[in-house]
């Protein structure tokens, strides 16, 4: 029983830092893409 315990605590610790690296890989998307736009922005401000 420990064992499964044991198993089961390490899925969950898994999950968590899953969920912390996709949180963090979603936050490094905004910031990319705010950045585009940012790029896109000051572009269509030289060109026009």
Do not use: F
């Amino acid at each position: 029983m420990d064992t499964a315990c044991g198993n089961r605590s390490k899925l969950v610790v898994q999950r968590i830092e899953l969920t912390d690296r996709m949180l963090a890989d979603a936050r490094t998307l905004e910031q990319i893409d705010r950045r585009l736009r940012e790029i896109d922005a000051s572009e269509d401000y030289l060109t026009h």
